[in-house]
């Protein structure tokens, strides 16, 4: 499984502190160990560049992607694997996101039922 992170632009102090820097490294180690004691191997994907700007909370979920081509899921925003957040706090929301990919993919709609969550990531869903 792969945890991708894209640029951001315009983004709010409070969402971009947790998703950069030690915070960030410290949050990906402890997410990473708890999934390999279950065999799952978590790895930090490259941005390539790709940069989402960043107007509500939606769309910094949107820049935050999970990749699991073994269960069929080849980059999809954390946004729609998780729909609304209930609490605004990205790293729980990831968190949310990566375990439900991890032990259910299964309940992750397909592209194709084009759900209407995500405004600007391209991802299609």
Same mark, same amino acid.
């Given at each position: 499984?792969?945890?991708?992170?894209?640029?951001?632009?315009?983004?709010?102090?409070?969402?971009? &502190?947790?998703?950069? %820097?030690?915070?960030?490294?410290?949050?990906?180690?402890?997410? /990473?160990?708890?999934?390999?004691?279950?065999?799952?191997?978590?790895?930090?994907?490259?941005? !390539?560049?790709?940069?989402?700007?960043? $107007?509500?909370?939606?769309?910094?979920?949107? &820049?935050?992607?999970? /990749?699991?081509? &073994?269960?069929?899921?080849?980059?999809?925003?954390?946004? @729609?694997?998780? %729909?609304?957040?209930? @609490?605004?706090?990205?790293?729980?929301?990831?968190?949310?996101?990566?375990?439900?990919?991890?032990?259910?993919?299964?309940?992750?709609?397909?592209? &194709?039922?084009?759900? $209407?969550? !995500? @405004?600007?990531?391209?991802?299609?869903?």
């Amino acid at each position: 499984m792969r945890l991708t992170c894209y640029g951001r632009t315009q983004s709010r102090p409070e969402w971009e &502190s947790p998703l950069t %820097g030690v915070t960030f490294d410290l949050f990906f180690a402890e997410l /990473a160990q708890e999934l390999e004691r279950f065999g799952i191997t978590l790895q930090q994907g490259v941005a !390539c560049g790709e940069v989402i700007e960043v $107007k509500s909370y939606g769309d910094l979920l949107n &820049s935050v992607r999970i /990749a699991s081509p &073994s269960d069929g899921i080849s980059n999809v925003c954390v946004g @729609h694997v998780i %729909g609304q957040s209930p @609490h605004l706090d990205p790293l729980e929301d990831i968190r949310r996101a990566v375990n439900r990919i991890a032990f259910a993919p299964e309940t992750v709609a397909p592209d &194709s039922e084009n759900r $209407k969550v !995500c @405004h600007n990531c391209g991802c299609g869903c």
